[in-house]
Each structure stands twice: as structure tokens, then as C-alpha cells.
């Protein structure tokens, strides 16, 4: 359960005007601003956060995700680092991508007086146990088709397929292995945020409600927003109340499956469908996609089966192989 990011080579093109314009106070620059700048880097969950973090005593600008920095947009983030007096950067590798935007290529950027507050991607797997993120260079297009979550039910359906052989018909997901993954994903954040010496999230997942998280890798504003205020307090700002009302990361929103609610103890109702974009996609219609896709894709099958050896042990999925 390790985080990894995408490695494509970076775009190429310019952005349409529409994103030219979403970006144009980061692409114009800082200017004269007598507030302390804070600048927040990463991934979606950076934006999110920026957002909760934005106040009357701080001066926030929106940018492109760390994954869609163009080569041309490397030179108005260096200014913006430059004028930096609070950094919330998300752990990055050395020239990510192929551009200087690793953590510590950022902070080199920054002013002697900064002061740099990491924190850990979010990553859990409590409320939706059977997924799965990958980003794995060098793979080209690995996300599957409707939603970009690979489900290791799925998956090991499709190597059984494979295999010419019928997947084990398993019964309803029995609490204990719901909680063993769940327990899993806190025991790898806990891990990575001590190796980053990041602000701490993990503690706020020990007993999760139904929308802690969207999806995996999407937390909600249940867990946000307690990330931002132990943010400020770790930039020695003051606290203060955010602005921001609505649901932050809705984009895709993973269903909850009867097993989980019971599981957990949670209060809420059980959600058979996905939500993309708003609109209602059934579990059963994600299925008929993706296991064609994984046919087409034995490369990725590969890796799946690979990558989700350890959840599917813990979730008593076997493939052909195990």
C-alpha cells in the first residue's frame, strides 16, 4: 500500500484560455503582496486544502497540480517559491516528471525565513476496501475505463478468466477483513508520514465516518478540514474558521458498500452506485467495462494482480496464481 506518482513526461501544449485564465494570478505572479504568501504543492488534495488554508492574515494562489505543470509554468512557480514565507508541500521525488519539482528542489527555491509544513498524500482504503490506485511508470494509460479505480474483485475475476478457470464464489466480506485493510492503510500513512516528518493525519482515521473519503485517494471535508487546522497550527498561524462551504473533491464518489457500514459501525445508509461527475454509474456497469479492458490490457492485469496481493490475501480473494 505505497504511494506512488505518475511519471508521464510532462504536457507539451499550452493550456486552452479557459485554464490559461484558472491559473492566471500563479502565471502573472505574487507582485507586491504584504501578506505572508502561502503556497501549497501536490497533487488535487493540495488545491483542497489551499482552499481551507486561504484567510484574511494569508495571501494563497491556485496551482496546477504538481502532475500538470507544464515545462513553461516551471518559471512562475519558481517566482512564487521565491517570495514563499509558508510552504505545504506533499512529498514529491527529484526532478518529478522531468521538471525540478521535487520537494526539496522546492524548498531550495524558497527564502531563508520560510517555514515548510509537509504533508502526506491521503491515501485510504478503510471505506473502500477493494480498490485500488496505480500510477506506475512507464505503463502507458493504466487507469481503467469509468472510473479510474481498479476493483481487486475485478481483478482477480479477470485473472481467473484468463486462466480459462471460474473465480471462487466468495460470500459477504466477513467485519474482520474490512477493518484488517482499513488498519493496514492507517498503519502505511502513520508510516510515511513519520519518514516525512509530516503533519499528522493517520490518528484522524482510527474511526472513520462514511464521508471521511469520496474514494481512496480523495479525502472529504470530514478529513480536511481537521488536516488544516493542525496545518496552520504547524506554520504558526492563528487558527481560523474556513469559508469554504461546499463538498470539496466530489468529482467521483466511490459507493459504500453494506459490508463497510457494518464494519465500521457507521450511521450512514449504504450507496450501491459510483457518482461521476454528479451523475449515477452502477457497480455493474463499471464491471462489464473494466473486465473488458482488462482482456485488452494483460499489462496492466499483471500489474494489478501484483500490486494488490496484499489487500486481496487480506480480503480472501485469491487469483489462479495464489
Given at each position: 500500500m505505497t504511494t506512488t506518482w505518475p511519471d508521464a513526461s510532462p504536457?507539451?501544449?499550452?493550456?486552452?484560455?479557459?485554464?490559461?485564465?484558472?491559473?492566471?494570478?500563479?502565471l502573472t505572479g505574487p507582485g507586491d503582496e504584504r501578506r505572508p504568501v502561502l503556497v501549497v504543492t501536490g497533487n488535487c488534495q493540495a488545491e483542497s486544502l489551499r482552499l481551507l488554508l486561504d484567510g484574511d492574515d494569508v495571501r494563497t494562489v491556485r496551482l496546477p497540480p504538481l502532475h500538470d505543470v507544464r515545462p513553461h509554468e516551471v518559471e512562475p512557480l519558481h517566482r512564487w517559491l521565491a517570495r514563499t514565507d509558508l510552504l505545504v508541500a506533499q512529498p514529491v521525488r527529484a526532478d518529478y516528471r522531468g521538471l525540478p519539482l521535487g520537494t526539496e528542489q522546492q524548498v531550495a527555491r524558497l527564502p531563508g525565513t520560510a517555514v515548510v509544513a509537509p504533508v502526506p498524500i491521503v491515501r485510504y482504503a478503510g471505506l473502500h476496501p477493494w480498490h485500488l490506485v496505480m500510477h506506475p511508470p512507464g505503463l502507458a494509460d493504466p487507469e481503467p475505463p469509468v472510473v479510474a479505480y481498479h476493483d481487486v474483485r475485478l481483478v482477480a475475476e479477470a485473472a481467473w478468466r484468463r486462466a480459462g478457470g471460474t473465480a471462487p464464489q466468495p460470500g459477504p466480506t466477513a467485519p474482520a477483513r474490512v477493518l484488517a485493510v482499513?488498519?493496514?492503510?492507517?498503519?502505511?500513512?502513520?508510516?510515511?508520514?513519520?519518514?516525512?516528518?509530516?503533519?499528522?493525519?493517520?490518528?484522524l482515521l482510527e474511526h472513520p465516518a462514511g464521508d471521511t473519503v469520496r474514494t481512496v485517494n480523495h479525502p472529504g471535508?470530514?478529513?480536511?478540514?481537521?488536516?488544516?487546522?493542525?496545518?496552520?497550527?504547524?506554520?504558526?498561524?492563528?487558527?481560523?474558521?474556513?469559508?469554504?462551504?461546499?463538498?470539496?473533491?466530489?468529482?467521483?464518489?466511490?459507493?459504500?458498500?453494506?459490508?463497510?457500514?457494518?464494519?465500521?459501525?457507521?450511521?450512514?445508509?449504504?450507496?450501491?452506485?459510483?457518482r461521476v461527475g454528479g451523475t449515477p454509474v452502477t457497480a455493474a456497469a463499471v464491471?462489464?467495462?473494466?473486465?473488458?479492458?482488462?482482456?485488452?490490457?494483460?499489462?496492466?492485469?499483471?500489474?494489478?494482480?501484483?500490486?494488490?496481493?496484499?489487500?486481496?490475501?487480506?480480503?480472501?480473494?485469491?487469483?489462479?496464481?495464489?
Amino acid at each position: 500500500m505505497t504511494t506512488t506518482w505518475p511519471d508521464a513526461s510532462p504536457p507539451l501544449v499550452r493550456r486552452p484560455a479557459a485554464e490559461e485564465e484558472h491559473y492566471r494570478d500563479f502565471l502573472t505572479g505574487p507582485g507586491d503582496e504584504r501578506r505572508p504568501v502561502l503556497v501549497v504543492t501536490g497533487n488535487c488534495q493540495a488545491e483542497s486544502l489551499r482552499l481551507l488554508l486561504d484567510g484574511d492574515d494569508v495571501r494563497t494562489v491556485r496551482l496546477p497540480p504538481l502532475h500538470d505543470v507544464r515545462p513553461h509554468e516551471v518559471e512562475p512557480l519558481h517566482r512564487w517559491l521565491a517570495r514563499t514565507d509558508l510552504l505545504v508541500a506533499q512529498p514529491v521525488r527529484a526532478d518529478y516528471r522531468g521538471l525540478p519539482l521535487g520537494t526539496e528542489q522546492q524548498v531550495a527555491r524558497l527564502p531563508g525565513t520560510a517555514v515548510v509544513a509537509p504533508v502526506p498524500i491521503v491515501r485510504y482504503a478503510g471505506l473502500h476496501p477493494w480498490h485500488l490506485v496505480m500510477h506506475p511508470p512507464g505503463l502507458a494509460d493504466p487507469e481503467p475505463p469509468v472510473v479510474a479505480y481498479h476493483d481487486v474483485r475485478l481483478v482477480a475475476e479477470a485473472a481467473w478468466r484468463r486462466a480459462g478457470g471460474t473465480a471462487p464464489q466468495p460470500g459477504p466480506t466477513a467485519p474482520a477483513r474490512v477493518l484488517a485493510v482499513a488498519a493496514a492503510s492507517v498503519a502505511e500513512l502513520a508510516r510515511r508520514e513519520a519518514a516525512a516528518g509530516a503533519v499528522p493525519v493517520s490518528d484522524l482515521l482510527e474511526h472513520p465516518a462514511g464521508d471521511t473519503v469520496r474514494t481512496v485517494n480523495h479525502p472529504g471535508n470530514r478529513l480536511l478540514e481537521p488536516v488544516a487546522a493542525r496545518v496552520r497550527t504547524a506554520l504558526g498561524l492563528e487558527p481560523r474558521a474556513t469559508t469554504v462551504t461546499r463538498p470539496l473533491l466530489t468529482s467521483v464518489v466511490a459507493p459504500l458498500e453494506p459490508a463497510v457500514v457494518a464494519a465500521h459501525g457507521l450511521a450512514d445508509e449504504p450507496r450501491p452506485d459510483w457518482r461521476v461527475g454528479g451523475t449515477p454509474v452502477t457497480a455493474a456497469a463499471v464491471a462489464t467495462a473494466q473486465l473488458a479492458w482488462y482482456a485488452a490490457r494483460p499489462d496492466v492485469l499483471d500489474l494489478a494482480l501484483a500490486r494488490s496481493a496484499e489487500v486481496r490475501a487480506l480480503l480472501g480473494l485469491p487469483g489462479p496464481d495464489d
